[in-house]
């Protein structure tokens, strides 16, 4: 079982930003995809980034499009998600997951789930 680990969720004020670091107990050059997840109470979970392994193309929600950056450092087997000008409605827990199929922001594409971190903005 390959094990996820994400760490830097916190409580913000509107505007501030974050970012959220996930670390594979394996390499991540055995899956073509990782993304972030994300899920607040009482909602569906629904996809927020991903990056492809191997040559760093990404992929966003158009909710977070130009505030979100997804990034890799395989050496570090280490994935992270920078969130800028962070608004109310971005409060959840955000998972990070490893996939084999390309299907970048469809949590049925991933196997792989971490515990989870939560991020809190206040308005």
């Known amino acids: 079982q390959v094990q996820l680990v994400e760490s830097g969720g916190d409580s913000v004020q509107a505007g501030g930003s974050l970012r959220l670091s996930c670390t594979s107990s394996a390499s991540l050059s055995s899956n073509p995809f990782m993304g972030w997840f994300r899920q607040a109470p009482g909602k569906e979970r629904e996809g927020v980034a991903a990056?492809?392994?191997?040559?760093?193309?990404?992929y966003y929600d158009d909710s977070v499009k130009g505030r979100f950056t997804i990034s890799r450092d395989i050496a570090k087997n280490t994935v992270y998600l920078q969130m800028n000008s962070l608004k109310p409605e971005d409060t959840a827990m955000y998972y990070c997951?490893?996939?084999?199929?390309?299907?970048?922001?469809?949590?049925?594409?991933?196997?792989?789930w971490g515990q989870g971190t939560q991020v809190t903005v206040s308005s």
């Open positions: 990056i492809a392994i191997l040559f760093g193309s990404t």
């Open positions: 997951a490893r996939g084999d199929v390309p299907r970048p922001l469809d949590q049925s594409a991933y196997r792989y």
